[in-house]
Structures are given as structure tokens and as C-alpha cells.
């Protein structure tokens, strides 16, 4: 469904990205590893359409469509959906108008009905339930004043809501504690199927247990310099990058 | 026109009218010492008024339009009153009280007045000849001492001591659709003797788009302990011009709590001024500005701590759009003897557009030492990486940059406790921003 054929980004003249290709079929979950600042949130940007990358060659095609010719919320429609690693606060923007906004905004986009109000909220319910949220963060701004837990749940309930066809997780298991990893993490796994594509970014190995992948992508300085099953992730635990950097230099 | 024949223009203008109340002496003397203050229209070379000019308003001749008669009935103003609020209530058209358009006599208040100050005047003069004309400076500027001059007619709202309004006030101040180059001078007077209580509503809306002055002063005198919650809301015709200044003389702990709300008009100036001349008083100044096109809203504030133990605070938010201007103004003077002042000023601005700009600058002056004040200013753009952060949800780029916007005003709507006006506010704010009737079907 997502075919990411030999990227190159960069930002301000400066290259961050240097040749990624990868390819992610329907239900298949990819993990991609790497060291802090090897270009994971980049690539994560340039395919939810963030402005400030310049694209310098290659192509992405998702559903057979050019991923990069669409707007953030023309792609959003079409069922891409990123938890951010850094959600983001809007003071003021109600969390619960939010989500029937861009729910709504997707059903209209994809030939549906809007939902009413009543069907909303059972849904909305629903998933606040599996995830551990209590009502009040209905009443609250986007994120506003959310603890980090608070936040990423907020992602995952974001992506429960809108159901994409392909998600891409930024780091979502960084900075929680192990009961808040399983929330979401079994929110995640509640959500996959066989047509939907997962790409979970993340640095620690900790998530792979709970979220299993068919593939670990390994990313350094803006290149995948290593790809295999899920065991790869436990080689890299135990090695550390420093592995996989001197098999590439050998 | 220069400052001379305008003074002649209006000299006449005032000379040819039956102005109520003409045999008391007191009130000649005050309207008379008013015109002779009156030397035209301010200028930019006057520091309040530096970005603000009104050449303007002193390109035309406005004319007081005594005695028109105008036929509307209650339908015809139904839409410009707060839904489901029983209140009592004053409407004036063109600067005209229209009493079938009021409450009627037989739904007079028990105890207080609620009236015209025409009526006030020609009934019970002795009730506001101490207050009348004392509170605003006429020679602070030429548009107060131009109201000051006519002092004819207004809302006038007498609170004896220790008088709770069973209801709240309600005024409405309207310009017909065919009222071009008038100019209604609303004079208001409301005052609340000790430990008295009211809420009161000034709305100032036009039935048409025509291109009128409004030109208003309002005084208020709060006694000891006394509370007034006072609601001001402007939406006149894009093509009409606002002046207006409030002045608050604040006893011992008295309350005045004032939301103001500024929208329309071509050129809206709004002078908001209040002094604590007594000790333990609170001023809550909030509001809000949306302006557009080639608008331009000027909001000058000044409290005055004279006494100590006093409180106020501030905070003003504005978006702008087009080719639109504000200035914010605030000063907060702390007198030397206001010791133990709590004063904080706020003023936020939105920016929609390149071409649009502000001018902002609280202001704080302070000559006692043991005091708490907070003061400060900001003017900023939208967050682009809240608008990706919609967009990435699948919200177009005009429906993200709409709820951005409104979740930044807001908070001034949100601030006003009264559910009924919060709704209307909101209706008036939402109907001016860009996708605003999105943000209305998601609440
Ligand atoms: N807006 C920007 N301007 C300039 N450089 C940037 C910008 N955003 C990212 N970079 C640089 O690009 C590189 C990749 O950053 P990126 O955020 O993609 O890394 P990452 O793998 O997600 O790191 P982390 O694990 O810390 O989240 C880094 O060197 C970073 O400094
Ligand atoms: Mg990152």
C-alpha cells in the first residue's frame, strides 16, 4: 500500500534524508530503529506532508496514488494517520469538536454519512473506555495541559477514532511507564487487521514485545543500513547500534 | 473643516434645539463650559489619539435629528436583544428614546430607576445634579465635550443604597437603515448608592449600513460596596464611525466589572476609564476586538489607584484581518499613597494578515512602593505546527486556521458568565471570522 522508493529530503539545504525505500503491504506492521536524530520524526513529516522538507528525488505512491502531490488532509482523508512524538497543545480548541471535526471530515471524504451526535459519542465512548480516559478530557482543549501519558493515549484514541487505513507511530512508547505502554499498546493491537498498515517508529526494543512486527528497519544518518524479521530488534538490544554501524563500515 | 468652523457648525447645530432640562441652571452651566472645551476634534499630534485619526468624522457634518419620528415596532428590533433574557429595557433609535419600544411604565422597577435621562431630568433633576456632567472630563478630548455640550438624552439608572436589581438592564442603541450622516450622542448615567447592585447591558448594533457617528459617554458612580457588572457590545455598520468613553468613579470596595466587546465600525474608539477613590476596590476591565478590511478599533483604558487595597485587572484579546488596524492602550497609574495595589493589564493580538497592524503599549506608572503589578503585550501569528497538527487530521486548511483563531478569542467569550449573552457574543464573533459557520455546526 506504501511504496517509498529511494527518498532524499532535505531541510534548508542540508540533506537529512539519503535514499529510504520501503515497502509496507496491507496488515503488516513495520518497526523502524535508529539513534536520535537518523531522520525517523523527518520521514514521518514528509509523508504526512509537513511543509519545510524539500523532496530532492524519488517518490512515494500510497494506494497507487503520489503521496507527495496531496495535501496533509487530503491524505489524512485517504487514511493516512501519524501519532506525533510531540503531540501537539491547542489551548482552546475542544478535544471532543476536534475529533467530530476531522472524523467527520474524513467520512465525507470517503463517501459516508456524518455522523450524528449520539453515534459519535457511543463510539467516542467506546474507545475512551479501552484506553483508560475518563470524561473530563472531553471538556478540555486539544491536549491542554495533558501529561505525556495523557498525550500519546490521546494519539492512539485519535487513531482509533479515524481508523486509518495506515499508521505511522512516532515514538509512542517513549516516555511512558510500563502500564501506559500496555494501554496503548493494546490499543494499537485492537485496531490491527488484515488491510491495515502499521509503521512503528521507535528507539527502544520495549514496544516490539508488545507490538509485534513483521519487519524491523534499521535507520542511521538517514539511511536504512538494515532490514529483517522481528529478532533483529532483540540483536539490536542486545548489541547496541554500534553493531550494525561497523557491519556496515566492514 | 477646520477646528473654528466646525465649532461654529455645531454651535448652531445645539443653538437651534429645545434640549431638556434647558430651564436648570446647573445643567446650562455644565452643558455651556462643555462647548467651550469643545476646539474641534482631536488630532495625531495628541498622544492619546496618535494612531488613531478621525479627519474623517471631521470631513462630515453630522446632524442631530430631534423629534423624527420613527415607526418600528417591537418586531423590527427583536433580533438585536439578548433571547430569553427578562430584563428591563431601554431602546433609543438614532439617538432617540423610543419608550413604546421600552419597558412600559406599568413594568417600572420597584424602588430604583431605570429611565431616560430626558425623563430623569424633566422628573427628578435633584437625583442626578450632583452626578451629571461630574464624572467624565469634558476637555479630555472634543468628542466628550461635544456629548457634554447636549447632555439630552441617555439611559439613566438610579440604584438607592442597598438596592439589588431584581433584573438586569438592558440597552439597546439602533440606527435606522436611512439614518446617514447623523450623529447620536448617547449620555448615560448610572449610578449605585452604597452596597447597591446591578448588571446592565449597552448594545450598539445598526439596522442598515449606513454611515452614522455614534458619539457616547457614559459615567458611572459606584458608592461604597456597591456592584456593577457592565456588558458592552459593538456591532454598528461597517461604514458608521463609534466614540465612546466610560468613566467609573469607584467608592471603598466597590465592584465594576465591565466586558467589552468591539466589532464593527469603520473607526470604533473607545476610551474606558475608572478610578478607585476609595480603598479595597476591584475593576475587572475584559474584552475583546475583531476587526477586518480597513477597520480600525482604538481601546484606551486608564485606571487609577489612588486609594490603596484596590485591585484590577486586565485583559483585552484582538484578531485582525485585511488591511485592518487596532491600537491597545492601557494605562494603569498607581498614586503614591495606593499602597498593597494588585494591578495586571493584558492585551494579545492575533494577526490574520500581513497588511494588517497593531499598535499596542500597556502602560504602568507607579509612585508607591509596596505594590503587585503585572503588565504585558503579545502579537503573533497562527501556530503552523498546530495547523499541520489539524490538517494531519484530515481538517482543511481553512477549517484548522478558523478554530486556531476562534480557540484564541474565545477565551474572552468564555469569560463572561451570563450563558444568554456568552451565546450572543459568540454568534457576533463567529459570524465575523473566516469559517465561522463551521466552528458554529461543531458546538
Ligand atoms: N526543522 C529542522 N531544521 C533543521 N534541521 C532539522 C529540522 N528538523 C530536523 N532536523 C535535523 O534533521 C535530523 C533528523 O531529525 P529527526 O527529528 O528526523 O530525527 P529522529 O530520528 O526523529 O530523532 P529522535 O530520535 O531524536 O526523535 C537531525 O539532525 C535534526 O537536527
Ligand atoms: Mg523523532
New interface residues.
Given amino acids: 500500500m506504501l511504496q517509498v522508493k529511494d527518498l532524499k529530503v532535505s531541510i534548508d539545504g542540508k540533506e537529512i534524508l539519503k535514499g529510504i525505500s520501503l515497502d509496507v503491504k496491507p496488515g503488516e506492521v513495520h518497526a523502524i530503529m535508529g539513534p536520535n536524530g537518523s531522520g525517523k520524526s523527518t520521514l514521518s513529516h514528509v509523508l504526512t506532508g509537513r511543509e519545510g522538507y524539500d523532496v530532492t528525488s524519488g517518490s512515494v505512491s500510497y494506494l497507487g496514488k503520489d503521496l507527495l502531490d496531496m495535501e496533509p488532509e487530503e491524505r489524512a482523508r485517504e487514511g493516512i494517520f501519524l501519532a506525533f512524538q510531540y503531540p501537539v497543545e491547542i489551548p482552546g480548541v475542544n478535544n471532543m469538536y476536534f475529533l467530530k471535526a476531522a472524523v467527520n471530515a474524513r467520512r465525507v471524504h470517503q463517501g459516508m454519512e456524518e455522523l450524528d451526535a449520539l453515534d459519535f459519542m457511543d463510539s467516542l465512548k467506546e474507545k475512551m473506555a479501552l484506553l483508560k480516559m475518563d470524561d473530563s478530557f472531553l471538556k478540555r482543549g486539544v491536549n491542554e495541559g495533558f501529561s505525556g501519558g495523557e498525550k500519546k493515549r490521546n494519539e492512539i484514541l485519535q487513531m482509533a477514532m479515524l481508523e486509518p487505513k495506515l499508521a505511522l507511530l512516532d515514538e509512542t512508547d517513549s516516555g511512558l511507564d510500563i502500564d501506559a505502554l500496555q494501554i496503548c499498546s493494546d490499543g494499537v493491537n485492537s485496531l490491527r487487521n488484515k488491510e491495515r498498515g502499521f509503521v512503528v517508529i521507535t528507539h527502544y526494543q520495549r514496544l516490539l514485545d508488545y507490538i509485534v512486527p513483521d519487519f524491523v528497519h534499521v535507520l542511521a544518518d538517514g539511511r536504512i543500513v538494515k532490514s529483517g524479521g522481528k529478532d533483529l530488534a532483540l540483536e539490536l538490544e542486545e548489541k547496541g547500534y554500534g553493531w550494525i554501524e561497523g557491519i556496515d563500515a566492514a | 473643516m477646520n477646528a473654528v468652523a466646525l465649532t461654529e457648525y455645531y454651535r448652531s447645530a445645539l443653538a437651534g434645539r429645545e434640549l431638556p432640562g434647558a430651564g436648570l441652571a446647573w445643567l446650562s452651566d455644565r452643558r455651556s463650559k462643555a462647548f467651550a472645551a469643545f476646539q474641534g476634534f482631536p488630532t495625531t499630534r495628541d498622544e492619546d489619539w496618535k494612531y488613531t485619526k478621525v479627519a474623517a468624522i471631521e470631513k462630515r457634518l453630522f446632524q442631530f435629528v430631534p423629534g423624527m419620528c420613527i415607526g418600528l415596532d417591537e418586531d423590527d428590533i427583536e433580533q438585536y436583544l439578548i433571547p430569553g433574557l427578562d430584563s428591563y429595557r431601554l431602546v433609543f433609535v438614532n439617538g432617540q428614546y423610543m419608550p413604546m419600544l421600552s419597558s412600559k411604565r406599568s413594568e417600572q422597577p420597584q424602588g430604583f430607576t431605570v429611565a431616560s435621562l430626558s425623563l430623569v431630568l424633566s422628573e427628578q433633576p435633584e437625583a442626578v445634579e450632583s452626578v451629571l456632567g461630574t464624572i467624565a472630563d469634558p476637555s479630555d478630548n472634543g468628542f466628550a465635550a461635544l456629548n457634554s455640550a447636549e447632555m439630552a438624552d441617555g439611559a439613566c439608572v438610579i440604584l438607592p443604597a442597598g438596592q439589588v436589581a431584581d433584573k438586569p438592564i438592558q440597552i439597546l442603541y439602533l440606527t435606522t437603515a436611512g439614518g446617514d450622516d447623523i450623529v447620536a450622542q448617547p449620555r448615560n448615567l448610572f449610578i449605585a448608592g452604597d452596597n447597591a447592585q446591578a448588571t446592565i447591558f449597552e448594545t450598539y448594533a445598526s439596522m442598515g449600513d449606513s454611515t452614522y457617528l455614534t458619539n457616547a459617554v457614559t459615567e458611572v458612580s459606584l458608592g461604597a460596596n456597591a456592584g456593577l457588572n457592565h456588558y458592552k457590545c459593538q456591532t454598528e455598520s461597517g461604514k458608521s464611525y463609534h466614540v465612546s468613553m466610560t468613566q467609573v468613579d469607584q467608592a471603598r470596595d466597590s465592584r465594576f466589572n465591565s466586558h467589552l466587546v468591539s466589532l464593527g465600525a469603520m473607526l470604533a474608539r473607545h476610551d474606558l476609564n475608572s478610578v478607585f477613590n476609595g480603598e479595597g476596590g476591584e475593576c475587572v476591565l475584559d474584552g475583546l476586538y475583531v476587526t477586518d478590511g480597513r477597520q480600525h478599533c482604538d481601546i484606551h483604558s486608564r485606571v487609577d489607584h489612588v486609594q490603596p487595597h484596590c485591585r484590577s485587572d486586565e485583559k483585552f484579546k484582538g484578531v485582525l484581518g485585511g488591511r485592518s488596524r487596532a491600537v491597545f492602550n492601557g494605562k494603569v497609574y498607581v498614586h503614591v499613597d495606593a499602597q498593597k495595589t494588585d494591578a495586571s493589564q493584558h492585551n494579545a493580538n492575533l494577526l490574520l494578515s500581513k497588511d494588517a497592524e497593531i499598535d499596542t503599549k500597556p502602560q504602568l506608572e507607579i509612585y508607591a512602593d509596596d505594590v503587585k503589578c503585572a503588565h504585558g503585550a503579545t502579537v503573533g501569528q497562527l501556530?503552523?505546527?498546530?495547523v499541520?497538527?489539524?490538517?494531519?487530521?484530515?481538517?482543511?486548511?481553512e477549517?484548522?486556521r478558523s478554530?486556531?483563531t476562534?480557540?484564541?478569542v474565545?477565551?474572552m467569550v468564555d469569560r463572561i458568565p451570563l450563558a444568554e449573552y456568552q451565546q450572543v457574543v459568540r454568534g457576533h464573533v463567529l459570524a465575523r471570522l473566516p469559517g465561522g459557520d463551521?466552528i458554529r455546526a461543531?458546538?
Fill in positions: 501556530d503552523e505546527t498546530a499541520f497538527y489539524l490538517r494531519s487530521r484530515g481538517l482543511d486548511n477549517a484548522a478554530l486556531l476562534y480557540a484564541f474565545g477565551e463551521m461543531l458546538m
